[in-house]
């Protein structure tokens, strides 16, 4: 499902009052854990100087979490507790990935600014599109984010967290 409509699904139940059960049922592990394909991570992205122009970018920003890696608009990228990076395994389908939007690796290019490019990968879901990792953890964007640097996800049922460069949970600066 495109970004589009998912937006579009997410404002319908926004406007019908249904969010907060949309968003409640987007972050448990539940069944999606059970129908998640698995897959090896294979870094498929070339260097920086042969990514076409319409290539995925990802890159760091500072924020009150710390460093945490970014998509081309500079929207915060999370990771999923119940997801797994070795081998790669992504486990937020259906709802939940209305809310968590998968960081599309379709293109098979990306260009890496602060982010080692050896990190990055793709994991195929269950649903056979492919999906960009970091260190072998699928990404995920969150809809309710609404400013580039919004860090709204942080946390968000114990299971969500912002991802670092190197891949992992970003860590809080002091």
Do not use: I
Request: proline share 6%; aromatic share 6%.
């Amino acid at each position: 499902m495109h970004l589009r409509h998912r937006r579009a699904r997410l404002m319908a139940f926004a406007s019908l009052g249904l969010l907060p059960l949309a968003l409640l049922s987007a972050c448990s592990g539940g069944s999606q854990a059970a129908t998640a394909a698995e897959a090896v991570a294979t870094p498929v992205y070339t260097s920086d100087a042969d990514a076409p122009p319409n290539n995925a970018v990802l890159s760091v920003a500072s924020t009150a979490l710390g460093k945490v890696v970014v998509d081309d608009q500079g929207f915060t990228l999370y990771m999923y507790s119940h997801d797994t990076s070795s081998p790669p395994r992504a486990t937020c389908d259906g709802e939940c990935a209305l809310t968590w939007e998968p960081v599309s690796a379709q293109d098979g290019s990306v260009t890496v600014q602060g982010v080692g490019q050896g990190l990055v990968g793709e994991v195929t879901r269950s649903d056979g599109t492919k999906q960009m990792t970091l260190g072998g953890q699928p990404l995920y964007r969150y809809a309710p984010d609404q400013r580039p640097g919004d860090t709204t996800g942080q946390g968000q049922g114990g299971l969500w967290f912002a991802v670092g460069p190197d891949g992992k949970k970003a860590a809080a600066t002091s």
